[in-house]
């Protein structure tokens, strides 16, 4: 009897379309497709291959480079959810497998290279400022225990406020004399 009822799904099987139908080129809008990444925005942090479940991502900040295996990467959406300057997107199109292992890399441009280091030596230089000012506010506000109080300066430096003061009274001033 299980011959009988095999042999009748394999001649329906012969004699019918296929319930299967042909690959798409063209993905519908939505789904995932390669990860791209913008370098004029990227500062290599490498948050993005932590966040990798695959490890298909590989920052390398010496030589100024990010780097991604397609075939291993599994399109979660991990790394560009992660961004924080938002530089990675999800691609629309999908990586063609072929019969060798690809990586792709991409290096920065001498452009991104350099406005990074300004950005860093500025922020460096402002935390240096904001130490300083920090260090000569503690100086002033409380001195060492055991030690003398320190001396007021004799003629203290104006705040802004005070100098806009004394600039008005000296308009007024100029103005009783002309009168």
């Known amino acids: 009897m299980a011959m009988v009822s095999f042999k009748s799904t394999v001649i329906k099987n012969l004699f019918s379309k296929p319930k299967t139908r042909k690959v798409e080129k063209e993905f519908p809008a939505g789904t995932r497709g390669h990860v791209e990444n913008d370098m004029d925005l990227c500062i290599l942090c490498g948050l993005c291959s932590i966040k990798c479940p695959t490890h298909a991502i590989t920052v390398d900040k010496n030589e100024k480079t990010w780097s991604?295996?397609?075939?291993?990467?599994?399109?979660?959406?991990?790394?560009?959810?992660?961004?924080?300057?938002?530089?990675?997107?999800?691609?629309?199109?999908?990586?063609?497998?072929?019969?060798e292992k690809v990586t792709r890399t991409f290096k920065q441009s001498e452009k991104a290279i350099a406005a990074q280091e300004a950005l860093m030596k500025a922020a460096k230089e402002r935390a240096a400022a904001a130490a300083?000012?920090?260090?000569?506010?503690?100086?002033?506000?409380?001195?060492?225990?055991?030690?003398?109080?320190?001396?007021?300066?004799?003629?203290?430096?104006?705040?802004?406020?005070?100098?806009?003061?004394?600039?008005?009274?000296?308009a007024a001033e100029s103005e009783k004399k002309d009168e």
């Not at 790394?79 to 999908?94: A, E, I, T, Y």
């Open 68 to 99: 991604i295996r397609p075939m291993s990467c599994i399109q979660c959406r991990c790394c560009v959810d992660n961004c924080p300057k938002k530089s990675l997107s999800m691609g629309l199109r999908f990586q063609e497998p072929g019969p």
């Open 132 to 170: 300083a000012a920090k260090a000569a506010a503690a100086g002033n506000a409380a001195p060492a225990a055991g030690a003398a109080p320190a001396a007021k300066p004799a003629n203290p430096a104006p705040t802004g406020a005070q100098q806009v003061a004394a600039a008005a009274a000296k």
